[in-house]
């Protein structure tokens, strides 16, 4: 029987993929036409190709690897962001080097998973991001809650740093109430707290901060 996979609840959209890996691209796009199968999707191999497909049509998501041999990624992302500021760009990295993942937050990407990514989780990554939130895959978020609770730089409470860690793994108030056994007025009490303490005023925005300012 084939493979059934999940549908994403996106309109059309146009997704650019930036690796200098052929096969990968291949297979990245493969996987995002079952998933999109009214998406356009084109690929490059080289960020200066990327930069010509951007100048030329209006794109939805850009997906770029982190390591591209002669290239300078950091500077593509953060021209990209200034460029194109409505652009949705997600780091698809083999990389997993936490100080990588805070880099691309840092230069204002929308997300970050791995190379390893499978289809039900990039489904979430491009709905969240779509949607306006911060994504990083759940390999990821783990050893980023490790670093965050070892952190001595945070105003939180210990009660506030778990309902942040809860809020950048993407649960709601209502999943966040139930793991910590606690009420979901108490959640949004602690959320409302961190956001207060914190100077955001979303989630998406409570998870960049976060991650940009090295709390994690």
């Known amino acids: 029987m084939d493979k059934q996979y999940p549908k994403v609840d996106l309109p059309p959209v146009k997704i650019l993929l930036v690796d200098d890996h052929v096969l990968l691209n291949l297979g990245m796009y493969e996987l995002l036409k079952k998933l999109l199968p009214e998406a356009k999707i084109a690929f490059e191999t080289t960020t200066e190709a990327a930069r010509k497909r951007l100048q030329e049509t209006d794109y939805t998501f850009l997906l770029t690897d982190y ?4 290239e300078n990624v950091d500077e593509f992302i953060r021209d990209c962001r200034k460029t194109w500021p409505s652009l949705l760009i997600l780091v698809v990295s083999g990389l997993s080097d936490l100080t990588v993942v805070k880099r691309c937050l840092q230069l204002k990407a929308n997300g970050f998973v791995s190379k390893s990514v499978n289809d039900y989780e990039l489904k979430m990554a491009l709905e969240r991001i779509y949607r306006g939130e911060v ?6 978020t783990g050893r ?4 965050f609770l070892n952190s001595e730089t ?21 999943a966040i109430a139930e793991e910590l056994f606690i009420s979901p ?19 998406a925005e409570l998870v960049r901060y976060a991650y940009e300012n090295n709390l994690i």
């Not at 994504?135 to 990821?140: A, C, F, K, P």
């Not at 980023?144 to 670093?147: G, I, R, Y």
């Not at 105003?155 to 209502?174: F, I, P, Q, S, Y």
């Open 135 to 140: 994504y990083i895959s759940s390999d990821l």
């Open 67 to 70: 390591h591209i041999p002669g």
């Open 185 to 203: 007025s108490t959640v949004m009490s602690h959320r409302s707290s961190i956001m207060r303490k914190l100077n955001v005023r979303s989630a």
């Open 154 to 174: 945070s105003e939180l409470t210990r009660k506030e740093m778990d309902v942040l860690l809860l809020v950048a793994k993407g649960k709601n108030v209502k």
């Open 144 to 147: 980023l809650a490790a670093s």
